[in-house]
Each structure stands twice: as structure tokens, then as C-alpha cells.
């Protein structure tokens, strides 16, 4: 139900802006949360926003969490990307009133109301 895209292939200290849209949900009635996971590791949150933001730490000045609600999407701009973010990054939204920290934490995959199949990136020079 959501979709995922701008992913691909950068160079370490480049840049690169995800979108996560959907043409069934209005995502302005959602909390919506990046999340990522690399190979052979745990999914982990990376960044939520509803009214607010939140960041985990390993992103916190070189992320960005924005949403367009005329556009129905949710931005993710990646600054500075390490080869450590290389990972499969997608979307879900949440409509459960619970801080963003707890939907980033990462909140459960069964407690998503929707999610998209992800957007490779990969950080590599």
C-alpha cells in the first residue's frame, strides 16, 4: 500500500532524497516511520515524523524527515551517507497514538497499518 523510491548507488559523503507515497492511503492521517535493514542485521528505525520529528542518533545531522501532504509524501533526505546506511529503506505508516520514538524504536511489523516492499540504497565507492 505505500511505495518507496529514490534509492540506488552513491559514493560516501553523497546524498540522496527517498519518497514514500500512496495511492490508497492519505498519509497525512498517519505517523509515518523510515526504517532499514541491511544485510544480515536487525530492521532498525531511522526516522519518523507525524506533526514532529524524531531520529535515531546514528542519523541525527546528516538525515532529513519531511512530509508534502498536497503530494501525499513523506521525504527522507540523506546527507553525508556512510557506507554503514547501506541498506533496503521503507516506509510505514502508523495510526496509533504513541510517541514517534516508540514507532522508531522500531514499533513491530504487525503494528504497521501499511508498508511498502522498500528502495535499495547502497553507500559504496
Known amino acids: 500500500q505505500l511505495v518507496e523510491s529514490g534509492g540506488g548507488l552513491v559514493q560516501p559523503g553523497g546524498s540522496l532524497r527517498l519518497s514514500c507515497t500512496s495511492s490508497e492511503l492519505s498519509l497525512d492521517y498517519y505517523a509515518i516511520g523510515w526504517f532499514r535493514q541491511a544485510p544480515g542485521k536487525e530492521r532498525e528505525g531511522v526516522s519518523c515524523?507525524?506533526?514532529?520529528?524524531y531520529y535515531v542518533d546514528s542519523v541525527k545531522g546528516r538525515f532529513t524527515i519531511s512530509r508534502d501532504n498536497a503530494k501525499n509524501t513523506v521525504y527522507l533526505h540523506m546527507n553525508s551517507l556512510k557506507p554503514e546506511d547501506t541498506a533496503l529503506y521503507y516506509c510505514?505508516?502508523?495510526?496509533?497514538?504513541?510517541?514517534?520514538?516508540?514507532?522508531?524504536?522500531?514499533?513491530?511489523?504487525?503494528?504497521?497499518?501499511?508498508w511498502g516492499q522498500g528502495t535499495l540504497v547502497t553507500v559504496s565507492s
Open positions: 510505514g505508516a502508523v495510526s496509533l497514538d504513541i510517541p514517534l520514538q516508540a514507532i522508531c524504536a522500531p514499533i513491530s511489523q504487525g503494528a504497521l497499518d501499511a
Open positions: 515524523i507525524r506533526s514532529d520529528t
